[in-house]
């Protein structure tokens, strides 16, 4: 029998939820005082050992709602007792962090188990017998199959992001890691978005799951203004640079499709005097890692990422986020826009749209239940402006449930006259200045 639960609207505090002092302890010192909706749907079932569905935007503390209750039933000297599987090992880095991090005041541990590292190393980390362990799914199944790892002692594993991680294959590595688990274990599946492909996996290897969805009918983040520009392939680099002069971002990840594009992307920008990098699997782990820490730390603005590459990037000053490539699976739009807007924090996403990707743009809306407007930028104009930009199909009005107020795209309707009220578009704002009050030098 399935159970639907909904967030606890008592509840104003961890320790209303029943999280233990030690865990408490370990969340104040970070500054997190207040569970987001999640946490507080998550948190009591988890502690009740029900296995659990949970379904939240990114960027909505997912981690902690599964990670604190399964910290408070491990025994210090029980072994691996805990295994979370994550599709990439920046997500798996993530993970083993916060959770580190809610566990500074107790005797756990949590280890990362992912490709891109040498065995032995990730050897010498397991020989401190974590309790906890986050793994790709690769790299866990070639330590089980090398004897250097077991999963006997496992009482909960965690699908994190399991919609990212069927999309890039892993579906029969997680039925293999799955069955060399001890029958009666916890199962918790967390993801931005829940399909009839993740459901069928849900009720095959789960009993009797909670089921709870947080992400409302809008499953983008509303703090997020949307925005596309018009730009053929050859004029996006131009409408690019444009963008980025008008809106200045603090921080921004401007994602790619392919692991060439971001290369060839992240160094033209660095030619054209901007502090940016790529990110993407052809990368070296380490190379990566001082690429995030500068990110973070804010020497590097612009961050040109692949999808794979940017899973787990957890950075709450993102203000923008830039789809160069407008993704080819809808649900990866979700994903990428909710690194900016993070915890009830504001930002803006631009998706650079050819006229070919029309339908594209449209599938995304539906998604989403949001009309996406069209930005038009000061100093830019596409070469192909005779024509109507990015031709689109209208979606029929019944599945949208499109609120009267959810503003209109220009080639929806005649064009007013172009005032910052009608026309809201980026270039009004101006040239923002940076924290210190100065335009910021790229």
């Given at each position: 029998?399935?159970?639907?639960?909904?967030?606890?609207?008592?509840?104003?505090?961890?320790?209303?939820?029943?999280?233990?002092?030690?865990?408490?302890?370990?969340?104040?010192?970070?500054?997190?005082?207040?569970?987001?909706?999640?946490?507080?749907?998550?948190?009591?079932?988890?502690?009740?050992?029900?296995?659990?569905?949970?379904?939240?935007?990114?960027?909505?503390?997912?981690?902690?709602?599964?990670?604190?209750?399964?910290?408070?039933?491990?025994?210090?000297?029980?072994?691996?007792?805990?295994?979370?599987?994550?599709?990439?090992?920046?997500?798996?880095?993530?993970?083993?962090?916060?959770?580190?991090?809610?566990?500074?005041?107790?005797?756990?541990?949590?280890?990362?188990?992912?490709?891109?590292?040498?065995?032995?190393?990730?050897?010498?980390?397991?020989?401190?017998?974590?309790?906890?362990?986050?793994?790709?799914?690769?790299?866990?199944?070639?330590?089980?199959?090398?004897?250097?790892?077991?999963?006997?002692?496992?009482?909960?594993?965690?699908?994190?992001?399991?919609?990212?991680?069927?999309?890039?294959?892993?579906?029969?590595?997680?039925?293999?890691?799955?069955?060399?688990?001890?029958?009666?274990?916890?199962?918790?599946?967390?993801s931005a978005t829940i399909d009839e492909e993740i459901r069928r996996l849900v009720l095959k290897h789960t009993v009797d799951p909670v089921w709870i969805d947080v992400s409302g009918d809008q499953i983008t983040v509303a703090e997020v203004e949307e925005w596309y520009v018009t730009a053929e392939s050859r004029e996006k680099f131009r409408a690019l640079k444009r963008l980025l002069a008008v809106e200045q971002p603090e921080l921004a990840i401007i994602f790619t499709n392919t692991k060439g594009m971001a290369r060839r992307l992240a160094q033209r920008l660095g030619e054209a005097g901007f502090r940016a990098a790529g990110?993407?699997?052809?990368?070296?782990?380490?190379?990566?890692?001082?690429?995030?820490?500068?990110?973070?730390?804010?020497?590097?603005?612009?961050?040109?990422?692949?999808?794979?590459?940017?899973?787990?990037?957890?950075?709450?000053?993102?203000?923008?986020?830039?789809?160069?490539?407008?993704?080819?699976?809808?649900?990866?739009?979700?994903?990428?826009?909710?690194?900016?807007?993070?915890?009830?924090?504001?930002?803006?996403?631009?998706?650079?749209?050819?006229?070919?990707?029309?339908?594209?743009?449209?599938?995304?809306?539906?998604?989403?239940?949001?009309?996406?407007?069209?930005?038009?930028?000061?100093?830019?104009?596409?070469?192909?402006?005779?024509?109507?930009?990015?031709?689109?199909?209208?979606?029929?009005?019944?599945?949208?449930?499109?609120?009267?107020?959810?503003?209109?795209?220009?080639?929806?309707?005649?064009?007013?006259?172009?005032?910052?009220?009608?026309?809201?578009?980026?270039?009004?704002?101006?040239?923002?200045?940076?924290?210190?009050?100065?335009?910021?030098?790229?």
């Amino acid at each position: 029998m399935e159970l639907t639960a909904e967030p606890l609207e008592s509840v104003s505090s961890f320790s209303d939820l029943g999280v233990r002092e030690d865990l408490l302890r370990g969340l104040t010192e970070v500054g997190i005082e207040t569970p987001t909706d999640i946490q507080t749907a998550m948190i009591p079932h988890v502690l009740a050992h029900r296995d659990v569905v949970g379904q939240a935007r990114t960027g909505t503390g997912k981690t902690l709602a599964f990670g604190l209750p399964l910290l408070q039933q491990i025994d210090p000297d029980g072994g691996v007792q805990v295994a979370c599987l994550a599709p990439t090992r920046e997500l798996a880095a993530q993970i083993v962090e916060e959770i580190n991090m809610a566990a500074k005041h107790t005797p756990l541990e949590a280890a990362a188990v992912y490709g891109g590292e040498r065995i032995d190393t990730q050897v010498r980390r397991l020989r401190r017998n974590p309790q906890f362990i986050v793994c790709t799914p690769g790299r866990l199944l070639d330590m089980l199959g090398r004897g250097l790892l077991s999963l006997d002692k496992v009482r909960a594993v965690v699908l994190d992001e399991v919609d990212r991680m069927l999309d890039i294959g892993f579906r029969d590595d997680i039925r293999r890691i799955l069955s060399k688990v001890n029958p009666r274990h916890q199962t918790i599946v967390v993801s931005a978005t829940i399909d009839e492909e993740i459901r069928r996996l849900v009720l095959k290897h789960t009993v009797d799951p909670v089921w709870i969805d947080v992400s409302g009918d809008q499953i983008t983040v509303a703090e997020v203004e949307e925005w596309y520009v018009t730009a053929e392939s050859r004029e996006k680099f131009r409408a690019l640079k444009r963008l980025l002069a008008v809106e200045q971002p603090e921080l921004a990840i401007i994602f790619t499709n392919t692991k060439g594009m971001a290369r060839r992307l992240a160094q033209r920008l660095g030619e054209a005097g901007f502090r940016a990098a790529g990110l993407h699997g052809d990368l070296l782990q380490k190379k990566r890692e001082r690429i995030m820490q500068r990110f973070r730390e804010q020497d590097i603005h612009l961050l040109v990422a692949t999808d794979v590459a940017a899973r787990g990037i957890d950075v709450d000053d993102i203000s923008h986020i830039i789809n160069y490539d407008i993704p080819k699976d809808r649900e990866v739009y979700v994903h990428r826009i909710g690194r900016t807007a993070r915890m009830g924090r504001s930002g803006r996403a631009f998706t650079l749209v050819m006229r070919g990707e029309g339908k594209q743009l449209t599938n995304i809306e539906m998604l989403t239940n949001k009309l996406i407007p069209e930005a038009r930028l000061d100093g830019f104009e596409s070469r192909d402006e005779g024509q109507a930009p990015a031709p689109r199909r209208t979606p029929s009005p019944a599945p949208r449930r499109t609120p009267p107020s959810a503003p209109v795209p220009a080639e929806r309707q005649p064009e007013p006259a172009p005032t910052e009220a009608a026309n809201p578009a980026p270039a009004s704002r101006g040239f923002p200045r940076s924290r210190s009050g100065r335009r910021r030098r790229w």
